[in-house]
């Protein structure tokens, strides 16, 4: 059984910079597609972004160019590095980790959350000044 433990996230002012993390434990990451999804009040939960077995990455449009995700192999961690925030970016963000579509290939579309096995606690973003 994968654990998946969110970090960062809080209170940001429109144009600053916050990184989520998402340690795993017992197992290696390395073996999951590790995605990360977000949830604003009142909206369905919207896939932003992942990262494959082989490093490929995908991006929501609404963040594409503005989020990063990478894996730290050597702590076990997915990083999301989100930079030039907006209002809009305001929700519950989720990791989350997909091992039975793990070894499909690059050209699957991992974004739909059913996908997914383990979830990690969730983490409060807020963009506002």
């Given at each position: 059984q994968l654990?998946l ?6 209170l940001?002012q429109p ?10 434990s ?24 992942y990262?494959?077995?082989?490093g ?6 609404s963040?594409?160019?503005r ?14 590095q989100?930079?030039?925030l ?9 990791c ?8 499909y290939?690059?050209s ?7 996908d997914?096995d383990?979830?990690g606690?969730?983490t409060?973003?807020t963009?506002?000044?």
């Open positions: 654990k433990v969110q970090s960062g996230g809080g940001v144009g600053g910079s916050l990184r989520l993390s998402c340690a795993g017992p197992l290696s990451l390395d073996y999951y597609v590790i995605g990360w999804f977000r949830q604003a009040p009142g909206k369905e939960r919207e896939g932003v972004s990262i494959t077995r082989t490929h990455t995908y991006y929501a449009g963040v594409k160019g989020f990063t995700i990478s894996r730290d192999n050597a702590n076990n961690t997915v990083h999301l989100m930079n030039t907006k209002s809009e970016d305001t929700a519950v963000y989720h989350a980790a997909a091992g039975r579509i793990a070894y290939s690059d699957y579309n991992f974004s739909n959350s059913a997914y383990f979830w606690q969730g409060q973003v963009v506002s000044s």
